[in-house]
Nanobody, 132 residues
Framework: QVQLVQSGGDSVQAGGSLRLSCSVS???????MGWFRQPLGKEREGVAA??????????ANSAKGRFTISRDNVDKPATIHLEMSSLMTEDTGVYFC????????????????????????WGQGTQVTVSS
């Protein structure tokens, strides 16, 4: 059974940085992986996605210029990272890693909008708290 194992997350002051990581276990080929977040009492929203097929990243408007999604070397189990900088209080929430084996539909995600239904595997979630 495929599992997404997340690490990272913490409490940080506004303006600080954090790094989240997510690995696929056991090593299973994925087409794309991404990150979602869910603020308390709100819906889950897509933050960033990475197409492992073409090596291209996609970002929600809220993440552009502040967050960077990346992957480890291709010869390692699929692992992605989310480097977050210039964090703001509104970045607070539970962050979920997501993965899919389905090919990305060309043109999708270009506007930085990611649907939960685009992904079939999910991590356990990790709390990120940004204080003022």
């Amino acid at each position: 059974q495929v599992q997404l194992v997340q690490s990272g997350g913490d409490s940080v002051q506004a303006g600080g940085s954090l790094r989240l990581s997510c690995s696929v276990s056991p090593n299973t080929k994925m087409a794309s992986m991404g990150w979602f977040r869910q603020p308390l009492g709100k819906e889950r929203e897509g933050v960033a996605a990475f197409s492992l097929e073409i090596g291209h990243s996609f970002y929600a408007n809220s993440a552009k210029g502040r967050f960077t999604i990346s992957r480890d070397n291709v010869d390692k189990p699929a692992t992605i990272h989310l480097e977050m900088s210039s964090l703001m209080t509104e970045d607070t929430g539970v962050y979920f890693c997501a993965a899919t084996q389905r090919p990305r539909i060309p043109g999708s995600w270009d506007r930085g909008r990611f649907a939960e239904s685009d992904f079939e595997y999910w991590g356990q979630g990790t709390q990120v708290t940004v204080s003022s």
